[in-house]
C-alpha cells in the first residue's frame, strides 16, 4: 500500500472533529518511511476533555503491540487506546510505540475560561442544620468542566463570632453547642489557589416527640380511628389515650407536654378529664404537642367503618336528578341518613355530592352497577341501576323533543343514545308539546339512520294517557339501534285540524326494535301524513306483540293511515320483522307506490298484485278481532290482559 493512500484513509477515519483541536501539519511522505503517523502532532486541552490519538503505519509489523506512555500523568493520562484526557495544567508528550517505529504527541492543558471552586457533597444553597446528636461528614472536592477533581491541601475552620460550637475531625464536623456559626473550607488544584467555602451552620437541640396510646410500646406516627366501636359483629378501634414524652438531647420528660386538638371539622372529641379521643365522624384533625418551645403535631384521622351490601334488588336512579334512597340505605342510623360521598367499588372514582344526591353516574343500558354510599360514619356498596332520566310528568317526555327550527341539517346530526323508564303512568291532559323540527317533505332514504332518538325507552308497563301528539312525534325520528317497548298510549290525540304530520312515536322508524305497544286514539284525520306509529317504517325496523287501535274518521285521499305507512315501489317491501301486531280500524294501512297510497292489506288495487305484510292483522272492529280466535300467548302478562273478556287483548292500565 503506498503511504500517500494510508494517510488519506487515516484522515478520512478519524473525525475532523479530532484533528482540528489544534496540532501542527502532517509530517512530509520522506519523513513517514518506516514510522508511526499519529492524527496530530500537537494538541491544546482544558482540563477535564479529551482526545483520541489515533495511529497508521508503514512498514511495521501489524502483530507488534502499540503502546502509550504519557511523559507526566499529572498533566495527561492516557489509555491503551489511546483516549488522552487533560487532568492538570502544563505540557506533556504522549509516545506512542509500535515494534521499532515510535512517535509522539505534545499535549498543552490549561484552564481555558472556566474556574475551579469548592464542592461540598450535601450542601445546598450553603446551609447545614444540625443537633446535639448528629454529625456530617464534609466530602470535599473541585468541581471544574464539569467534573469533580481531588483537592489539593484542604483546611477547614470554623469562624471567629458565632454562638454554636463543634469539633471537627477527619472531615467529620460535630457539635457540641447550639447556635450558629460560620464553617470556612480552603483549599488548592493544581497552581490555582482556589476561593473559600463558606457555609451557615445552625446547631439546634435534639428533640424527639414519642406518642402513645396509654400504656402501649407502640410509637404512633399517626393517630388511626375508626367512625363506630362496632357493626355488623365486628370491633373497630374507636378511642385514643394519648401518652407523650420529649427527649432534648437524650434526656427524656413525660410530664409538662401540653396537648392540643386542632380539629376544625368537628371529626373528634378530646376529653381532658379522661385524657381520651373519640369520634365523631369520618374525616382528619390534628393533635399538637407542645413542650416549652418545641411542638410537633400528629395526624389523627377517623376512618369510615365498611359495612358491605345493601338490598338483594338493585335501586333504580335517575342519573339527571342524583337522587339516591338515602333513608332506606341508611335506615339504621336515624339523623345520620345523609349521603357525604360516593365512589365506584375501587375508590378510584369520587362523583359528585350535592345536597345528599350523587351526580355523573352514566346510564348502562339498565345493567346492575355498583356504588359505595357513605354517611359520616359507614359505607355500604349499593346496587343501582341507572337511567338517563326517569320520567314522571308530561313534561318530563319533552327530553326527546327535537326542535332545531327549520334546520333540518341539525337535526341529521342529533343522536340521543341515553336509558329512559316511566316511574309511574303519565296523564297529558291539557299538556301541549313545544313544537319540533318538521321533517317531512324529505323521504326515508334522505335521513340519516343514525340519528334521532337512538337509545332505549322502557315504560315498564306504564301508561301514557291523552297524549297530544306533537308535529312529527313524540319522538320525531327512531334511529338504528333504538328500543322502544313495553308502554301504552291511550286515546292519544291526534288533532289535525291545525297542523299537519301528527304521529304518536315518530316520522320515520329505522332500524328499531318496538314490542309491547299499545295505541288507542279515536281522532279526527283532516289532513295528509297522519298515522297512529309512523309515516314511515322502513324495512330494517323489527315490531311485535303490540296492537293499535284507532276509532276515528278520515277526511284525506291519500298518505295517510291507522297503523304505519310503508315506502314502497313494488309492493314487495316491508319491514324486517313483524309478528303478532293486530291493527282494529275501519281506515287502512298504507302503502305508497309513485305518490299514489293504497291499502297494506289489499291484495289486488288498480292492477298490481301485492302480497300482505306478514303478521299484521287487520280488522275493521272489535267484534271482528275477538272472534278471530288470535293465539295471545308470546304476549307478556305483566303488560297485558287476555283473560278478562275472551279473544280480547287488554292492556293493563
Not at 280500524?585 to 302503502?591: A, N, Q
Request: proline share 3%.
Amino acid at each position: 500500500m503506498k503511504l500517500k493512500y494510508l494517510i488519506a484513509s487515516l484522515l478520512a477515519f478519524f473525525p475532523l472533529s479530532l484533528v482540528s483541536c489544534g496540532g501542527s501539519s502532517t509530517p512530509s511522505e520522506s519523513e513517514q518511511v518506516n514510522k508511526i503517523v499519529l492524527t496530530a502532532t500537537e494538541v491544546d486541552l482544558v482540563i477535564g476533555e479529551s482526545y483520541l490519538l489515533g495511529i497508521a503505519f508503514t512498514d511495521v509489523d501489524p502483530s507488534e503491540l502499540t503502546s502509550y506512555t504519557s511523559s507526566n500523568t499529572d498533566i495527561v493520562s492516557v489509555s491503551e487506546s489511546g483516549l488522552v484526557v487533560a487532568t492538570g495544567p502544563g505540557s506533556a508528550t504522549v509516545s506512542v510505540n509500535k515494534g521499532d517505529a515510535s512517535a509522539e504527541c505534545e499535549f498543552n492543558v490549561s484552564y481555558g475560561t472556566q474556574v475551579p471552586v469548592i464542592h461540598v457533597d450535601g450542601i445546598l444553597n450553603n446551609f447545614l442544620e444540625l443537633d446535639l446528636e448528629s454529625s456530617f461528614q464534609l466530602n470535599i472536592s473541585v468541581s471544574f468542566s464539569g467534573q469533580r477533581y481531588a483537592i489539593t491541601n484542604p483546611s477547614i475552620s470554623i469562624e471567629e463570632g458565632g454562638t454554636g460550637e463543634a469539633t471537627i475531625s477527619d472531615n467529620v464536623i460535630t457539635p457540641s453547642k447550639t447556635g450558629d456559626f460560620v464553617l470556612k473550607i480552603t483549599g488548592s488544584f493544581n497552581d490555582f489557589t482556589l476561593h473559600p467555602y463558606y457555609i451557615d451552620v445552625t446547631v439546634k437541640d435534639a428533640v424527639t416527640f414519642y406518642l402513645r396510646d396509654g400504656d402501649e410500646g407502640f410509637e404512633y406516627k399517626e393517630v388511626n380511628l375508626y367512625s363506630l366501636s362496632e357493626f355488623g359483629g365486628k370491633e373497630y378501634k374507636d378511642s385514643f389515650t394519648p401518652n407523650p414524652a420529649i427527649s432534648i438531647n437524650g434526656e427524656v420528660f413525660t410530664t409538662g407536654i401540653a396537648i392540643d386538638l386542632i380539629d376544625l371539622d368537628s371529626v373528634v372529641n378530646y376529653n381532658q378529664t379522661t385524657n381520651t379521643i373519640t369520634p365523631i365522624k369520618a374525616g382528619v384533625a390534628s393533635l399538637r404537642l407542645t413542650y416549652g418551645e418545641y411542638q410537633k403535631s400528629y395526624i389523627v384521622r377517623v376512618n369510615h367503618v365498611f359495612g358491605g351490601n345493601i338490598g338483594n334488588e338493585p335501586y333504580v336512579i335517575d342519573a339527571s336528578t342524583g337522587v339516591l334512597p338515602s333513608e332506606e340505605i341508611f335506615k339504621d342510623f336515624p339523623g345520620d341518613n345523609k349521603i357525604i360521598k360516593a365512589t365506584n367499588l375501587d375508590g378510584t372514582l369520587d362523583y359528585e355530592v350535592v345536597d345528599g344526591k350523587v351526580f355523573g353516574i352514566q346510564a348502562n343500558n339498565f345493567e346492575e352497577q355498583q356504588v359505595v354510599v357513605y354517611n359520616s360514619k359507614i359505607a355500604f356498596i349499593v346496587n343501582i341501576k341507572a337511567y338517563t332520566k326517569i320520567l314522571r310528568t308530561p313534561e318530563d317526555l319533552n327530553v326527546f323533543i327535537i326542535n332545531f327550527g327549520e334546520d333540518t341539517s341539525k337535526v341529521q346530526t342529533f343522536r340521543n343514545d341515553g336509558y329512559y323508564i316511566l316511574a309511574n303512568d303519565i296523564d297529558c291532559s291539557g299538556y301541549t308539546y313545544p313544537n319540533q323540527t318538521r321533517m317531512l317533505g324529505m323521504s326515508s332514504n334522505q335521513i340519516d339512520a343514525n340519528c334521532g332518538f337512538v337509545g332505549t325507552f322502557d315504560g315498564q308497563g306504564h301508561t301514557i294517557s291523552n297524549l297530544k301528539a306533537p308535529k312529527g312525534g313524540l319522538f320525531l325520528i327512531i334511529g338504528n339501534g333504538a328500543v322502544i317497548k313495553n308502554v301504552g298510549f291511550k286515546d292519544a290525540v291526534l288533532d289535525t285540524s291545525k297542523d299537519n304530520d301528527k304521529f304518536v312515536l315518530a316520522t320515520y322508524i329505522y332500524a328499531a326494535d318496538i314490542s309491547n305497544i299499545f295505541i288507542s286514539s279515536s281522532s279526527l284525520i283532516e289532513s295528509v301524513n297522519n298515522a297512529l306509529v309512523a309515516a314511515c317504517v322502513t324495512n330494517t325496523c323489527a315490531m311485535y306483540n303490540s296492537l293499535f287501535e284507532f276509532y276515528g274518521d278520515a277526511t284525506v285521499n291519500q298518505n295517510f293511515g291507522s297503523f304505519m305507512h310503508v315506502p314502497n315501489t313494488n309492493f314487495n317491501y316491508h319491514p324486517k320483522y313483524l309478528a303478532n301486531c293486530h291493527l282494529i280500524s275501519e281506515i287502512p294501512m298504507t302503502v305508497a307506490n309513485n305518490n299514489r297510497y293504497f291499502d297494506a292489506i289489499d291484495y289486488e288495487i288498480e292492477g298490481w298484485t301485492y302480497n300482505n305484510i306478514p303478521n299484521i292483522k287487520h280488522y275493521l272492529n272489535e267484534n271482528e278481532f275477538i272472534n278471530s280466535e288470535n293465539d295471545f300467548s308470546t304476549f307478556d302478562s305483566r303488560y297485558w290482559d287476555t283473560t278478562t273478556i275472551p279473544g280480547r287483548l287488554i292492556w293493563r292500565d
